[in-house]
């Protein structure tokens, strides 16, 4: 308890964007919902409602499928060279750029994250993240092969492959870094010349709804982006399940991922996922202990531990145990949480009520289970979503803290003693989506990185990301990569042509 939540006066900018209902992007025009509802978006710092959004549903995903299908079908879209589609991607970046302050100061508002974690990190990553994608439009590429055919001797061919954009895309994001995920579904579609309806979360529509504005500007052509709000029941499932949809990419909980897989059997629609995390961090006793210590605060209470990655199974080495923990429960102190616009605030509220409850439900599940709080515990004011960083010790491998993922800051901590046993340990788990080691130890590192099964390894840092870096899970954390060129794999697919010349 104990934090003031000083009143800000928000940016008249902003102010003035959210004074009125937003609407949605369909074919180009800014409109309201078919039904003429409007659902609130709430400032996660005071519990207020912050904006009123039009809300999609079925019939307005009808609407957007529509015209995304119309504009991959017969718009200009699919004549534009695929210099002429980078540069758009790059003029939205360009556009982003010009904008950060506001960009960061609406995501900050609507999310509760930090101002100063928005504007250093946030929108950035998401302007690099079109830039890289800008670039890909003009690299994507088949080949020629050279092909035998044995049961037609002497005859000679030409075969070559073309790489052709997989279609009209439904994207559906979360809300724990709403900006970045929409750029993240965004920039591989646009860079292969798909065209998208896209859903933000119902929690955080602001920012992809400013940004669509942008996306006009830019010039993209009408129905080339379509952004939808609306409840995931209602709108997500709508379009999971349109039979105009050819792809479904969607980022969320592992539950809602199965709910999307049946959704897409009508007319099996290609899908990705990119969903929960329960990451093991591995602390050795040989590891720098001034680098480990601080990256192990950091891999947990980023975000408000509202990250998929979250190293929130710290693992350290007996002999160092207690001097770590103690060193991560002391950062976790002395962290200033507060409302995201009061630049002092090093953690913001979670996103939304449910989250502050599920968060509370699961800190009482593990006391009641024995395990004991090292810092924090609790929930940290009486207005507002906010929860104490945590570390619990006292925990075991078989307690719901432990097992699943939490999405809060909140770190389970326990000992090992053998190497080999931590593998072990780590691989336990439905999830295999980040895994972080600390050690001098070169050898060991990358004989830990090849053991584990998670889509990222990280060695001595932790939530290190980069529009060149792929990303994404085993297991049930995921179908496919996000970022890279390995998701470029997921937004085409291969023509084979293969022509007799003799
Ligand atoms: P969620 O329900 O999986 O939401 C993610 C997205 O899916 C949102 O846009 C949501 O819409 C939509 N959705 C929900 N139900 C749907 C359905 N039946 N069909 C189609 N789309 C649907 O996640 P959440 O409820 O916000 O958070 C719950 C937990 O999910 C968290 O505590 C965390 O464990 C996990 N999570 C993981 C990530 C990640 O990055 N991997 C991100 C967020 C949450 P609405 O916004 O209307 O719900
Ligand atoms: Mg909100």
């Given at each position: 308890m104990g934090i003031a939540i000083s009143p800000f006066q928000i940016d008249p900018r902003v102010a003035d964007y959210i004074d009125k209902p937003r609407k949605m992007l369909i074919n180009g025009k800014w409109v309201n919902a078919a039904s003429g509802k409007t659902f609130p978006s709430y400032n996660p710092a005071t519990g207020e409602v912050l904006a009123q959004v039009a809300e999609a549903d079925r019939e307005d995903i009808n609407q957007a499928v529509k015209a995304a299908r119309k504009a991959f079908d017969q718009g200009p879209w699919r004549r534009m060279t695929a210099s002429e589609r980078g540069r758009l991607v790059w003029k939205l970046a360009d556009l982003l750029d010009k904008n950060i302050e506001e960009f960061a100061y609406l995501e900050s508002l609507d999310n509760g994250k930090p101002l100063t974690i928005a504007k250093a990190a946030d929108v950035p990553l998401t302007v690099d993240l079109f830039r890289y994608m800008a670039g890909w439009a003009t690299k994507i590429e088949g080949n020629t092969i050279p092909i035998?055919?044995?049961?037609?001797?002497g005859a000679k061919y030409l075969a070559y492959t073309l790489k052709e954009p997989v279609g009209v895309v439904g994207q559906i994001i979360p809300w724990n870094f709403p900006l970045l995920m929409a750029a993240w579904k965004l920039g591989p579609a646009l860079a292969t010349g798909c065209t998208v309806v896209l859903k933000p979360a119902e929690q955080t529509p602001l920012s992809a709804l400013r940004l669509g504005e942008l996306i006009m500007e830019a010039g993209f052509?009408?129905?080339?982006v379509n952004i939808v709000p609306g409840y995931g029941e209602t709108a997500g499932a709508a379009l999971a399940a349109h039979?105009?949809?050819d792809k479904i990419a969607f980022t969320g909980s592992t539950e809602v991922g199965k709910l999307i897989v049946h959704a897409a059997t009508g007319n099996l629609k290609k899908v990705s996922l990119e969903l929960g995390g329960k990451s093991p961090n591995v602390v050795f006793k040989d590891a720098d202990l001034d680098a480990a210590i601080p990256g192990s605060a950091s891999a947990i209470f980023f975000n408000h531990g509202q990250?998929?990655?979250?190293?929130?199974r710290l693992y350290v080495e007996k002999p160092i145990f207690d001097r770590v923990v103690e060193g991560v429960a002391e950062h976790a102190k002395k962290i200033k949480v507060?409302?995201?616009?009061?630049?002092?605030?090093q953690m913001g509220p979670l996103v939304s009520e449910e989250q502050l409850n599920r968060v509370c439900s699961y800190l009482e599940s593990g006391f009641s289970q024995g395990a004991t709080a090292l810092s924090g515990g609790h929930k940290a004011a009486?207005?507002?979503?906010f929860v104490e960083p945590t570390v619990l010790v006292?925990?075991?491998?078989?307690?719901k803290v432990v097992q699943e993922?939490?999405?809060?800051p909140v770190v389970t901590a326990m000992p090992f003693e053998d190497p080999e046993e931590i593998v072990l340990r780590s691989n336990d788990?439905?999830?295999?989506?980040a895994a972080a080691v600390w050690t001098r130890d070169i050898s060991k590192a990358h004989r830990m990185a090849e053991h584990l099964r998670a889509g990222t390894v990280w060695i001595n840092c932790y939530n290190i990301f980069d529009a060149a870096l792929p990303f994404g899970g085993y297991k049930q954390s995921g179908w496919g990569r996000e970022m890279?060129?390995?998701?470029l794999q997921l937004y085409t697919q291969t023509k084979a042509v293969c022509t007799r010349l003799a």
């Open positions: 035998s055919v044995p049961y037609t001797p052509p009408d129905g080339v039979p105009d949809v990250c998929c990655c979250a190293g929130s507060g409302a995201g616009l009061d630049p002092e605030t009486d207005k507002g979503y006292n925990t075991r491998e078989d307690m993922e939490i999405f809060g788990s439905d999830y295999g989506l890279g060129h390995d998701v």
